[in-house]
């Protein structure tokens, strides 16, 4: 083959096994890029780390075939492409609808490891075996492999250029354009709601379990209402549904914008109602904020709010807003499954996520109580939900982030506490606490322990001077509660 022939073979497989590497996130851009809170900056990130795989992969499949022994050649070829195959492969058999087997073959292997050594163990020999028995044709079954997945380099392209003019909003208002305080007001309305935060770890008997010294602080002095529901058993059919004050029983993230499904099937816009919580408490004089995670707040609440930060759990980008080609690389490795093998290199990536976004929310929070009252706050912390990497004295590298266990999901509890602790000690300095209300709730129980009470929520609120606890058994819905709240400002 000429050498112009062969440099432009080289080329082309290397852009191939670039896009099979980033074809998780070109996958969920396609389809959900309002999920990934994706700016035109993560494009212009994605195409220029793109650039830069493709060249060095250029650079070592030229190198390959410098190689002179055919087996010692075929070898480096399979060490370059196996991470982008997986990456490419997995998610593509989550497409067609196998996640569940994936994630049950993954919890089987790691319950019965000696058969998974014996299998592996047999599949290596058989490798080895054909490698050298016909490394020839196994580097030209592996090239053939290649170029039959190379027109997902359109697909890619594509997907970039249908996505050029996407530009979530993530941020209203940076914390220094806020108001500083000159007189203290003596009343805010402070919405905190602790992801997957449970009713059932959170009290014991009636009443706040004692380790936990800051929500029994605060319920001492709160209502607490021990039948309250969410109007949902996920983040996002609970959260819309608190924040607009309905409920929904289905709702999805597609393409640009959220849908409501219809019991007739049918996909509607969701509809962000003009007497919104942010809308009605913006009416009544009140500054609105909103800080958290997983939803776009800023884009969904824009005409509502005068500051705002979003985060995606998908996207990386938005806890490092700096152009980076770490980006789209870090956001890669967090789309992969948390399941054995792909986990511990996706937990390289979405560790130091949970930690960045929940410092972040909960630095913009206390920054807000310096804003000039009253304020109307709400902040979702995700510090209770996996990755779970908080213990009480902050973040700490867990080996195991993903296990649902009673010692992570405790650990993550206590650390909710202390941000607790935090809060309310901002409060008293500022000399608000006593007069503000502060709610604390949940989007949903802790589902995995308790999947007959996905929706039982904790909900505390301290009233105004509120002095002596009191207990609400009758049942409660979350949404309705805040509604009668902001409805009384």
Known sequence: MPIKHKNFLYAWLALT???????????????NDIILQWRIQNSLELIAAIALFTLLLTGALWLIDKIPNIKLRFSAL?????????????????????????????????GNRFIVVIIGAFCCALFLFLIIRYPRKMTYALIIVLLALSPLNFLAGWTLW????????????????????????????????FDELSYEYLYKDGSINPQYVNFQQLSSKSDNYHAATSPGSATLTAIPGML???????????????????KDNKEEYLKIEPDNLFAVAKNKGYKTFAYGTFLPYCEMFDQSLDGCRSFSVYNYATVE???????????????WPRQRPQGFIKNKAISPWQRRQTEQVFHLTLKTLDEKAPVFMFSHIYSTHLPFVFNRNGYYENKKPFLQNDENYTKGL?????????????????????GSEIIILSDHNYRIMFPDKQSHIPLIIKNPYQKAKKDILEPAHAEQALREVIEKL
């Open 17 to 31: 096994l670039s896009c099979l590497f980033f074809y998780p996130l070109f996958a969920t851009l396609h389809d």
């Open 78 to 110: 399979f060490l370059i492409f196996i991470i982008p195959f997986i990456s490419f492969f997995v998610h593509f058999l989550q497409q067609l609808g196998f996640k569940g087997e994936l994630i049950n073959l993954g919890q089987y292997a790691h």
């Open 162 to 193: 249908n996505s050029r003019h996407v530009n979530t909003k993530i941020v209203i208002n940076a914390p220094d354009h806020y108001e500083k305080k000159v007189k203290t007001s003596k009343h805010s309305l402070i919405v905190i709601l």
């Open 244 to 262: 607009m004050g309905r409920r929904y029983e289905n709702i999805a993230m597609k393409y640009d914008n959220i849908y409501r499904i219809t």
């Open 321 to 335: 807003t700096q152009f980076s080609l770490l980006n789209p690389i870090m956001t890669t490795l967090i789309i």
């Open 414 to 434: 206590e650390y909710a506490d202390h941000l607790l602790g935090e809060l309310i000690n901002k409060m008293e300095r500022n000399g608000i606490f006593e």
